[in-house]
DNA sequence: CAGATGACAAGAT
DNA sequence: AATCTTGCCATCT
C-alpha cells in the first residue's frame, strides 16, 4: 500500500456535492500535518481514475489554479457546480460543503476491521 | 547521493 | 484581518 493508495482511497470517500481540504485529507490518511503529500498524490492521478480529485481544495476554500490537469481550474469549478456546490467569489463556504469524515476513519483503523 | 521543488497549512507579525 | 515565514514528506533533477 503506497501513500498515494491511501490518499486517493480517502478522496474517493468524499460524498456527491461536499468537498475536503487538503489537510483533512491529509489528516484522514494519516499524513498529519503533511498536506503537500496530498496535493502530490493527486498530480499523479490520472484522469482515467474513478478519483473525485475536484472535491479537494485548499483550506481557503478555493481551488488551487494549476495548469496541471485538463483545461484548467475553471473545469474544476464546473464540476463542483455540477453537483451542486455555489461558489461565492470564487470561493465555496467550506463551512457547508466541508465532508464530514465519520469517526471511524479519524481512528485510523478502516482498513481492518478485526482484533 | 544530495539539493531543490511542490495542487498546502498553521503560526507569527 | 491580511500577508509573510516556517515546516512537513515524497518525488524529481
Known sequence: MSTYDKIYDIVRQIPYGQVATYGQVAELAGLFGKPRVVGYALYHVAPD????????INAKGEISQSAFRDGSDDL??????????????NKISLARYRWQPPPEMITGDDTKTDK
Open 76 to 89: 474544476q469549478r464546473v464540476m463542483l457546480e455540477a453537483e451542486g456546490v455555489v461558489f461565492e467569489q
Open 49 to 56: 481514475d474513478d478519483i473525485p480529485w475536484h472535491r479537494v
